[in-house]
């Protein structure tokens, strides 16, 4: 059924496309997202796979080029990184206004200025309200895991959105892990075939895709369609995981409790950083300190009433966001925390951390500090400084 | 699936997702006649049935049969008066209305 | 041999009416005759633009065929990607039938701002009829100056005044660039509708890219009379403002050769977006224009190997 490979998290990446094999793939090449390209297009030169593999000219016209083969009703897959993101920009929200399936992965990189290749989540951050469903990973393994599932995700008839899938440049894209592959016969199987809505290439039936709908039109209800079906996935991603499970023998959750059951101080945390985080909560357990850690793994729909009922009876929470928000009022994912905590009537003191921005790294001496924070902040109850810039030099 | 949409009758329940359009050639029951302060009117006398006037309307409001043209679609034609110009014989005239 | 008119005739329309085009406009006529000219079933994307918007106003499309519009800059992309589809559906045997893939852009969408996603489409060999119907200018947002826009034209941002006569530079010669990627590129204008049917013919049966660049007559942009558009059109070719030719794989030819020498003015004067250059102090406009033709037609005389 499976086969334990060391392999590069971009690797595990090419591994499961290749296993899904695509009808179509659009791609332009970006680090640290290339190797999973390079490796794509050795699996079409030797052969292995049947897909049209259409290199573009650039990330603008390789999104396009997936709406365009995606509304004909082919399966249709993408990767990106940072700047190759932002160049799609424009398209993202034409691919989920069209409900368009479209699975794409993105490894997070920093968005230039000063131009930086390492590691941060501004690229996607920045296109969380695309309506696009995001789906996070903290390492080689999740990221395979979560692109093969993500098909499913993406296609399913309650949703037919496109789906990014994310794991962190270089310290996972090109880091060597354990990752167990599964045989390419069970993930087509559990793919199986795309069944597409009014595919454009259904020429008995000539259809209309991408039409002007302007005022007295019906663009506050496709909007709300939309909404509805972004919410749906939540459902589905679910219900996709207890069938991957049987495949594969694991489980994934909207996100990860990390001893959350009895905890007192929690952090929430995007991507690989929760390996590090999660060896602080060991050794800090060790010590009898009751610290949890919550790992996002769906943001987009956002999990918010599931994540207040986890961290709702601790002391402090700490949110740390791989992006600048530019606002003193904190980063992305602390605002969406905050605001589902102030829905729900849970008043737990809240607390960010911006770190990791453009590569920097993360040790476990930083997140201890962070814990040890929110120890102060629960003796006190008072939150001193909302936001801190986590490992800047002085 | 397409010929089900009554798209005469679109609401909120019946929009196909994504905005498409799913039958083909709907516009046809959109009349742009009304736009029109001018019709063209042929004397098929003078009328050798070139159809420059068919091939040069930008509304496809000439109407043929057999190859010959049998009138006008004035549902649609919005009156630019390109047939009557184009026309050689000198057949086609613009009349109010 | 060239479908006659009468055999056209008896094709339905691929483009139906009761699409919100303006009267007079040069866009469908020239939609309309390269969509005839396809002998197999065809497939249409299109750029934003006023054909785009004026065709799909939900919920009526006048498209009686398979049609996708995307975006402004990408429809070369977009097809692009339809097409991989169907390639890869074929080869699965879920689709059976040939099919014809054509794009049509404005000249905004095709000379600036899809340039690139056109370009790169044409590199990779994608089989497919991209057709820019050549208005000169940005029509669907009101009319502001394009790379295709001509010298001396009045548009909304080449304003015409003291410091300037409209525009000040030479618009970019669009089917030399294309020409230059060696398929299939040819300048036509529906004016000359054999030409303009004999080119989409040879651009659709040909097994690559094809490029065709028509001149397509905007009464609201070029301030014209709505029955003139066709008239325009024909005196652009005489005056040898626009040649139309041909370029398959480097190979030049010049397709029409009017019979008269007739000065670019004759065609520039009755247009309201050119009347200032007929005010003296423009008269050096009017010259340059004039002597960027005579340049032009003779490099294309020297191209296609011709001595007159």
């Known amino acids: 059924m499976s086969t334990v490979k060391a392999i590069t998290g971009d690797a595990a990446v090419a591994e499961a496309m290749r296993s899904i094999e695509p009808d179509v793939v659009g791609v332009y090449p970006i680090t640290p997202q290339t190797i999973i390209v390079e490796a794509y297009a050795e699996y079409v030169a030797r052969g292995e796979v049947q897909t049209e593999f259409i290199p573009a000219e650039s990330e603008h016209s390789a999104i396009s080029i997936c709406v365009g083969a995606a509304a004909a009703g082919a399966r249709t897959m993408t990767c990106t990184s940072s700047q190759g993101l932002a160049l799609m920009w424009e398209v993202l929200p034409i691919a989920s206004g069209m409900r368009l399936p479209i699975v794409m992965f993105d490894v997070n990189r920093a968005i230039s200025a000063p131009i930086n290749i390492h590691c941060d989540h501004s690229d996607t951050m920045g296109a969380r309200d695309t309506g696009w469903i995001q789906i996070y990973s903290e390492n080689a393994q999740e990221a395979y895991d979560n692109f093969i599932q993500a098909v499913r995700i993406a296609e ?179 605002e969406d925390v905050q605001v589902a905590c102030y829905q729900e009537g849970v008043n737990v003191p809240l607390v960010n951390y911006i770190y990791g921005l453009g590569g920097r790294d993360i040790l476990t001496s930083h997140i201890e500090s962070v814990y040890s924070d929110l120890e102060k902040i629960a003796k006190t109850g008072k939150v001193a400084t909302p936001v801190t810039y986590l490992g800047i030099k002085e | 699936m397409s010929k089900k949409w009554d798209y005469k009758n679109v609401n909120a329940k019946n929009i196909p997702r994504g905005a498409v359009i799913p039958e083909a050639g709907t516009a046809d029951e959109y009349e742009t006649g009304g736009w029109r302060t001018k019709h063209p009117e042929v004397d098929k006398d003078k009328c050798i049935d070139c159809l420059f006037c068919y091939m040069y309307c930008p509304d496809s409001a000439v109407i043929t049969k057999d190859g010959k043209l049998v009138g006008f679609d004035l549902k649609h034609c919005k009156g630019c008066g390109i047939c009557a110009v184009e026309c050689k014989k000198d057949a086609i005239k613009m009349e109010n209305g | 041999m060239v479908a006659t008119i009468k055999e056209l005739s008896e094709k339905q329309d691929l483009l139906s009416p009761g699409h919100r085009l303006c009267a007079g406009c040069g866009a469908s006529i020239v939609v309309r005759m390269v969509l005839k000219s396809s002998k197999k079933p065809v497939v249409v994307a299109s750029a934003t633009g006023c054909l785009e918007v004026s065709t799909t106003i939900y919920p009526f499309t006048a498209w009686r065929t398979p049609f996708i519009h995307s975006a402004f800059e990408n429809a070369s992309a977009t097809i692009s990607g339809v097409i991989a589809a169907y390639d890869a559906m074929k080869k699965k045997g879920k689709i059976k039938e040939d099919i014809n893939f054509v794009c049509f852009g404005g000249d905004g969408s095709t000379f600036d701002i899809g340039l690139q996603s056109l370009s790169g489409a044409f590199e990779r060999g994608t089989n497919f009829v991209y057709v820019c119907y050549d208005n000169e200018a940005y029509m669907n947002t009101g009319i502001q100056r394009s790379g295709a826009t001509p010298m001396g034209a009045w548009t909304t941002t080449s304003e015409v005044g003291k410091a300037q006569a409209g525009k000040r530079v030479h618009r970019k010669n669009m089917t030399e660039i294309m020409a230059a990627h060696g398929g299939y590129a040819a300048q036509a204008s529906p004016s000359h509708w054999r030409d303009l049917v004999m080119k989409a013919e040879k651009a659709f049966e040909y097994d690559g890219p094809a490029f065709l660049n028509v001149l397509a007559p905007c009464p609201r942009g070029w301030r014209i009379p709505t029955d003139q558009t066709v008239e325009f059109a024909r005196q652009a070719v005489e005056s040898k ?68």
């Open chain 1, 156 to 334: 399913h008839p309650d949703v037919q959105l496109p789906t990014m899938v994310m794991m962190d440049g270089f310290v996972i894209s090109h880091a060597i892990q354990r990752v167990e592959v599964l045989d390419d016969a069970v993930v087509k199987k559990f793919v199986g075939e795309r069944k597409a809505d009014y595919p454009l290439l259904d020429m008995d039936n000539p259809v209309t895709w991408g039409s002007f709908d302007g005022l007295g039109g019906w663009f506050m209800e496709f909007k709300k369609d939309q909404m509805q079906a972004i919410e749906n996935a939540k459902r589905v991603s679910l219900e996709v995981a207890k069938d991957y499970a049987k495949i594969s023998g694991r489980e994934y959750g909207l996100f990860e409790s990390y001893k959350m059951d009895d905890a007192e101080y929690a952090v929430i945390v995007i991507n690989s950083t929760a390996g590090t985080a999660k060896t602080v909560v060991d050794t800090l357990r060790d010590r009898g300190v009751k610290a949890g850690l919550i790992k996002i793994r769906m943001y987009r729909p956002f999990p918010a009433s599931e994540i207040v009922e986890a961290l709702k009876n601790c002391k402090a929470v700490a949110v740390m966001d791989r992006v600048p928000g530019y606002v003193d009022i904190g980063g992305p994912l602390f």
């Open chain 3, 241 to 308: 403002y626009w040649p139309l030719y041909e370029v398959m794989e480097g190979e030049h030819k010049i397709t029409y050769k009017p019979k008269k020498e007739i000065a670019v003015a004759e065609w520039l004067s009755p247009q309201g977006r050119f009347k200032h250059l007929l005010k003296d102090a423009n008269q050096p406009v009017m010259t340059e224009i004039q002597t960027q033709i005579d340049k032009e037609w003779n490099r294309l005389i020297k191209m296609s190997g011709e001595t007159t």
